[in-house]
Each structure stands twice: as structure tokens, then as C-alpha cells.
Nanobody, 125 residues
Framework: QVQLVESGGGLVQAGGSLRLSCAAS????????MGWFRQAPGNEREFVAT????????YYADSVKGRFTISRDNAKNTVNLQMNRLKPEDTGVYYC??????????????????WGQGTQVTVSS
């Protein structure tokens, strides 16, 4: 298992930027695909972005492509999500997640077996 703690959420106006960070503990972090998901009130948790263990492959939801960038630093056990040109519809609780061992690129919630507690992002119009 990997323990995950997110930070960096907050309130921002539309068009602004935020950078989310996820600090991981556990020896297997550097071998895991990592993902960011979000959940708005009344909605299901949805995929935002993912990055493979080496950082060699990334994949984004269409709704954030070109605005969000996922990155990782295996030496520091961190994964980040840079969010630019934020929109009100980006509002929600953002979760960092670690994929199960051996996972490649995946957008499916059930492929991730370790989750952080979430950080709130609110974008005002």
C-alpha cells in the first residue's frame, strides 16, 4: 500500500491557476502509475489525469487537456497537478491515487487501490 496526502487546494477565480501536490509514503511509489481524480457534489468520481511510473506517459480527460499538467518526482515521492485557466466546472474535491501494481495508463477508478483524503478546489465565476 501507498499512503497519500494531497495539498494545494483552495478558492480561485475563473481563469486562475492552482498547483496540487500529493506526497506519498511507501516503498512502491516509484513503480506505480499515479492518477488524479475529482468529485463534485452529487456526481461520481471522475478521472482527471494519469502518469506512468517513469513519467514517460501521461493521459488527460478531454475536459482538462491543454490546461492541466501532471508530473512526478520519484526521488521526492511526489506527484503534482498544475491547473491553469481554471473554470467553475473544475470545482470539486481532488484525489490523488496510486494504481495497482503493474498498471499502465488507466482512467478507471477501480484500477487504483490507494487514495488520499482529497483537497477541495473551488473556482468562482
Amino acid at each position: 500500500q501507498v499512503q497519500l496526502v494531497e495539498s494545494g487546494g483552495g478558492l480561485v477565480q475563473a481563469g486562475g491557476s492552482l498547483r496540487l501536490s500529493c506526497a506519498a509514503s511507501g516503498r512502491t511509489f516509484s513503480s506505480r502509475t499515479m492518477g488524479w481524480f475529482r468529485q463534485a457534489p452529487g456526481n461520481e468520481r471522475e478521472f482527471v489525469a494519469t502518469i506512468t511510473w517513469s513519467g514517460g506517459r501521461t493521459y488527460y480527460a478531454d475536459s482538462v487537456k491543454g490546461r492541466f499538467t501532471i508530473s512526478r518526482d520519484n526521488a521526492k515521492n511526489t506527484v503534482n497537478l498544475q491547473m491553469n485557466r481554471l473554470k467553475p466546472e473544475d470545482t470539486g474535491v481532488y484525489y490523488c491515487a496510486a494504481g495497482r501494481q503493474g498498471l499502465g495508463v488507466s482512467t478507471r477508478v477501480h484500477d487504483y487501490d490507494s487514495w488520499g483524503q482529497g483537497t477541495q478546489v473551488t473556482v468562482s465565476s
